[in-house]
């Protein structure tokens, strides 16, 4: 044991870095991507097949050195398809970024995605996650098996196609019909 | 020698009327006490934990043993599909059978026992051996992962533990110079042989610990881990009879080690105050084992199966060799009873001093920093 | 019906004696998984070669459910993810709608939130503590050691929200309701209790030889490997790496506050133990700083809140240290009263996730011990 240290790195802020897009404006812009904000972070938006480069210069950059993932949230936009929000963090500067994948919908039901395990172990268990609720397939993941759900249940409930009581019915009944019968 | 009451011939009727009148009493005795014990040890537990534990049940919880005895004979009896029948139904028996065995050999006053045997030491030995052939029945018998793990470690631990159990009760009965449990008694009138052999009698209270499948040695049974171990799939009525083994057996051994290092029925005043008083001492020694027994399981946690084995093939078991072979020197040589003492004395220094030395040099490394903490905390008020 | 795997008895007659693993399943019911959690253990006599562990039996459907219900009737269901620290949890959400909304919380509140939160990972941890005493072997007294104080925080909880373990004592833009009159002295009653109930735990573990000697050297984590694995809270701490987010992304008022971040030397079960240990008193600490310079009057809640908050667009990633490590909301909305959608990034699952490769090479005994050291809250697992 040693005795309590302060915390020796930069101390970070829930709010955008102005400085952090900077330094990402060479990396993104090569790639095809845009930079953005949200209310706490930084945003790069990219094509999914840039998704693994962007990726790999955010780790490997030293002015980035983005190490951990801290985060992988999918959303259903509706109209404009899925989206995967990746958030990273970097220890070393305190920076924290948010990656937005956009999956149009043409590509809906099977989207797919490069899977970042193995830059990043971490994202095992959230891209299982991902897959399930989206129905996203991460390609190149080892174990892509359903996670929270049961599982031979195909269903992925996120989507806002997915009504919750279809849902609730179906964990029973599996062939029955969808819906209350009365 | 024992003087029958009821006949003089050693297998005539009136012989095997009075040992039969003998055990019926054992047996009842036993019942009652290891009923009595799992109430005492919910009892102590819970004052050791904060609780109250049984209170409702009868007068300050008193009956609380007797109404679940009639819950567990009113319970479904379960045999698991995967179980092997036999070896299964019979495993509670085959665990019990040896711990009553035991119970036949006991002086619980001056000659006053089931049958007082020469070789009454060797006996014991003997038969607590063979406990673990119901344990292994239990474990393997069971179809059941849990209980196949528990049995084996069962098996591994009472094989290793008996050892060291066995050298230990071996240099006090050195020094007795007999193997009769009544007449180790009736040695000890001036003083208990835990004054002669100190170290011996620490090894022993560990390795009955071991062999009781008791805190910190309850890895057979381990509840976090194997839930219950060699008995996770007994149910009702096969399930009190591990629980009535457990028991007796605690009692037993308590009564054992009471007769062997505390002067059993014999010390202090045995011997000219009668034998309600033995019989008291008798209880009261194997009280204090019991008490001493429950106050360990509230306290410390479980060993790792292999830190089981080095500190019994490594420590316990050197020392009780060592513990041998000085009482040997010293015996042949007719050295004063003094150095026994001391040379078994210095051993249990030597362990103890080991055991407190390394906790108190890991308590300080361990401490300084919650030290550091409450320090810290202290200036800010 | 044979216990045995095929492989063995076909082989069992053959002249080379072969032996094969055997699985042992652990959960869902156990008395060791703290939960409904699930593992199935390869070993090899008692050395586990592979863990697989199955998560998702209290899935409730969290996020689902936060996406049809009100902006403030969607905090309930947040209680419940780390049922252990409610509070910590309701904060995290609200400071994630508050963040999307723009809405200031007032001074007072704020102070509430920290204690209330603090109190709330203090309880939390008193849990892990009784509850890995019980893993280790030790027969319920340190649990009900913990539970004693435990008892007490709820009891002030109780006269303080109404409610024991799912208050729903926060709201978007401060708390429900002031503090009682005798709050304070109540409060440091229950600081000192506290403290006379670590330093009973402590002496009871710490000061335990058998305890030590099954915690130490045991599987050990790098800063780096923990990283890489996504782990966070006491467990990085405990490799040495005093990273914390109210020090590295301060929320709330913590940047005002004094204290100091625990870390441990090597990541083993010991150290992780022992950061909590450590943290409990850090958080008695800034508790007592609370109480000192809290405003002794004023708001509790924002007076500007709409009567149905509606939100017309942004997306945020709100990160808080809840009691298991880093306790992250994205929320995103779009327009109407409901969050569009809401992700929980729950420490317990991040860090439970990094199980297979802590146990593997361990004995089953351990196996146990190692799973109660990353203290999980299923509910948080499986949201």
Redesign the interface.
């Known amino acids: 044991m040693s005795k309590a240290s302060a915390f020796p790195y930069p101390v970070g802020t829930q709010a955008p870095n102005a400085k952090l897009a900077e330094l990402l404006a060479a990396l993104v812009n090569g790639l095809g991507g845009r930079i953005g904000r949200t209310t706490t972070d930084v945003d790069v938006t990219v094509p999914v097949d840039k998704l693994e480069t962007l990726v790999r210069g955010l780790r490997e950059r030293s002015a980035l050195s983005f190490d951990m993932l801290r985060n992988v949230a999918g959303a259903d936009l509706g109209d404009e398809g899925l989206a995967l929000k990746y958030h990273f963090y970097s220890f070393k500067h305190g920076h924290c970024l948010q990656v937005t994948v956009a999956l149009p919908p043409h590509q809906h039901p099977h989207a797919e995605v490069p899977t970042l395990t193995g830059l990043f172990p971490a994202a095992d268990w959230h891209e299982r996650e991902a897959a399930e609720m989206f129905g996203i397939t991460f390609t190149g993941h080892p174990n892509l098996k359903n996670l929270l759900l049961e599982e031979d249940l195909h269903i992925h409930p996120l989507l806002k196609a997915h009504p919750l009581q279809v849902a609730e019915l179906k964990q029973g009944i599996e062939d029955g019909p969808a819906g209350f019968t009365f | 020698m024992i003087e029958f009451p009821l006949g003089s011939e050693m297998f005539g009727i009136w012989n095997w009327a009075d040992a039969a009148i003998r055990i019926v009493i054992v047996v009842l005795v036993m019942t009652i006490v290891a009923m009595y014990l799992i109430y005492g040890e919910r009892k102590i537990v819970a004052r050791f934990q904060q609780r109250l534990g049984p209170t409702r049940t009868g007068p300050a919880g008193l009956l609380q043993s007797f109404a679940d005895a009639v819950k567990l004979i009113s319970k479904e009896d379960i045999r698991p599909d995967g179980a092997d029948r036999w070896v299964f139904e019979f495993a509670p028996y085959a665990t019990f059978i040896p711990v009553f065995m035991t119970l036949c050999v006991l002086p619980f006053a001056a000659d006053w026992g089931v049958r007082n045997l020469p070789l009454g030491m060797f006996f014991v030995f003997a038969v607590l051996g063979l406990n673990i052939v119901g344990v292994m029945m239990a474990g393997l018998g069971s179809g059941n992962k849990f209980a196949l793990i528990g049995g084996v470690r069962a098996a591994a631990q009472m094989i290793s533990y008996e050892i060291p159990l066995v050298l230990s009760l071996l240099s006090v009965s050195m020094i007795a110079g007999t193997l009769d449990l009544n007449e180790f008694a009736a040695k000890q009138g001036d003083y208990p042989f835990v004054i002669l052999q100190p170290l011996a009698f620490i090894i022993f209270v560990t390795a009955m610990l071991s062999e009781l499948h008791r805190a910190p040695f309850d890895i057979p049974v381990a509840e976090s881990e194997i839930v219950g171990g060699y008995f996770v799939e007994y149910s009702g009525i096969r399930w009190s009879m591990f629980m009535l083994t457990e028991y007796a057996a605690l009692w037993s051994f308590s009564v054992f080690g009471g007769i062997v290092f505390l002067g059993g029925w014999n010390f202090p005043m045995g011997n000219e105050w009668g034998w309600g008083w033995q019989l008291a001492l008798t209880f009261i020694k194997s009280a204090l084992f019991i008490f001493f027994i429950f106050w360990v399981r509230s306290t410390v946690p479980r060993l790792r199966i292999d830190q089981l084995m080095t500190f019994c093939w490594k420590i316990l078991l050197p020392l009780s060799l060592v513990q041998v072979v000085a009482n040997g020197f010293i015996l042949v040589y007719d050295g004063p009873y003094w150095l026994l003492s001391l040379t078994s004395g210095v051993g249990a220094i030597l362990l103890i001093a080991i055991i407190i030395n390394r906790a108190f040099r890991r308590r300080t490394a361990t401490t300084s920093l919650v030290g550091a903490y409450r320090g810290a905390q202290v200036s800010a008020q | 019906?044979?216990?045995w795997p095929t492989e063995r008895t076909l082989t069992a007659d053959e002249a080379t004696f072969d032996t094969v693993d055997?699985?042992?399943?652990i959960g869902p019911q156990?008395?060791?998984t703290h939960g409904v959690f699930r593992m199935v253990l390869t070993v090899d006599g008692?050395l586990v070669v592979d863990c697989e562990p199955y998560?998702?039996y209290l899935?409730r459907?969290l996020?689902?459910?936060t996406e049809?219900a009100d902006y403030r009737q969607a905090m309930g269901w947040w209680d419940r993810t780390d049922y252990l620290a409610g509070m910590c949890c309701e904060w995290a959400y609200c400071l994630a709608v508050e963040?999307?909304s723009g809405i200031q919380v007032p001074e007072r509140a704020e102070y509430i939130r920290v204690i209330m939160a603090e109190l709330s990972r203090i309880n939390s941890h008193f849990m892990f503590l009784g509850a890995f005493?019980?893993?280790?072997?030790?027969?319920?007294?340190s649990?009900?050691?913990g539970w004693?104080e435990r008892e007490r925080i709820y009891d002030l909880f109780e006269e303080v929200a109404g409610d024991r373990m799912f208050p729903t004592y926060f709201k978007i833009g401060g708390v429900t309701m002031d503090l009682p009159e005798n709050f304070e002295s109540r409060c440091r009653w229950l600081l000192d209790s506290i403290r006379q109930g670590l330093e009973d735990l402590?002496g009871?573990?710490?000061?335990?030889?058998?305890?030590?000697?099954?915690c130490r050297n045991l599987s050990p984590l790098t800063k780096d490997r923990a990283?890489?694995?996504?782990i966070t809270g006491p467990i990085l701490r405990a490799t040495?790496?005093?990273?914390?987010v109210r020090?590295?992304?301060?929320?709330g008022i913590y940047s005002r506050l004094?204290f100091?971040?625990?870390?441990?030397?090597q990541g083993d079960v010991?150290?992780r133990y022992?950061v909590r240990?450590?943290e409990m008193?850090?958080s008695?600490?800034i508790i007592?700083?609370c109480l000192k310079e809290m405003p002794k009057g004023g708001l509790v809640c924002a007076t500007d809140l709409p009567k149905t908050l509606r939100i017309e667009s942004?997306?945020?990633?709100?990160?808080t240290e809840g009691t298991k490590g880093?306790y992250?909301v994205?929320a995103?909305a779009k327009g109407g009263n409901k969050p569009?959608?809401m992700?929980l990034?729950s420490p317990s699952?991040?860090n439970?996730?990094a199980l297979r490769e802590m146990v593997v090479g361990n004995?089953?005994?351990?196996a146990?011990i190692i799973l109660g050291s990353l203290d999980i809250v299923l509910g948080e697992v499986?949201?």
């Open positions: 019906m044979s216990i055997m699985t042992i399943n156990h008395p060791a008692e998560i998702g899935h459907g996020e689902k459910l049809t963040k999307l005493g019980a893993d280790v072997g030790s027969f319920g007294t649990f009900v050691y004693r402590d009871l573990l710490t000061g335990n030889e058998i305890f030590v000697e099954r990283i890489a694995l996504g040495g790496l005093p990273w914390d020090r590295a992304e301060p929320y004094d100091e971040i625990p870390v441990g030397r010991f150290d022992f240990l450590a008193y850090q008695v600490r007592e700083q942004g997306e945020c990633y709100i990160r880093e992250g994205y995103m569009y959608r992700k990034r699952f991040c439970l996730s004995y089953v005994a351990d146990i499986d949201k």
